[in-house]
């Protein structure tokens, strides 16, 4: 059982396991074929509302941490969270993001969420 969170300008590995692209919006200059993309629950990722407060003058990453687990509550994005934590159990998955900070992302809370 093992998550991890990775860009997805990286190229895919062979032990990436399922891979799953946790942002709302394709990323820039990535083909789909070179992404090789297994999922993209598009419910999982912060709303337009959020990505801006947080990258706005206000945000920080802790304010944005408790408003996306909020979001996260929501039925379908709940649902969504499960069948990932599902996955999680199965085998490998990796979360791929465009995020320059991988690490102080949606992408890191999610991986928090799915390792609980």
């Not at 083909?31 to 959020?50: C, F, G, I, Q």
């Not at 709940?78 to 949606?106: K, N």
Request: glycine residues 6%.
């Amino acid at each position: 059982m093992s998550v991890c969170v990775r860009r997805i300008y990286e190229p895919p590995e062979a032990d990436d396991g399922l891979r799953v692209l946790v942002d709302r919006l394709w990323p820039r200059g990535v083909s789909k074929d070179a992404a090789r993309v297994d999922e993209w629950p598009k419910a999982l990722t912060p709303s337009n509302e959020l990505r801006t407060w947080f990258h706005g003058p206000e945000g920080s990453f802790e304010g944005f941490r408790h408003r996306y687990e909020t979001e996260l509550a929501a039925p379908e994005a709940a649902g969504l969270l499960d069948g990932l934590r599902e996955s999680v159990r199965e085998g490998r998955v990796t979360l791929l993001t465009a995020s320059r900070t991988p690490e102080q992302s949606h992408a890191s809370v999610l991986a928090e969420l799915v390792r609980d």
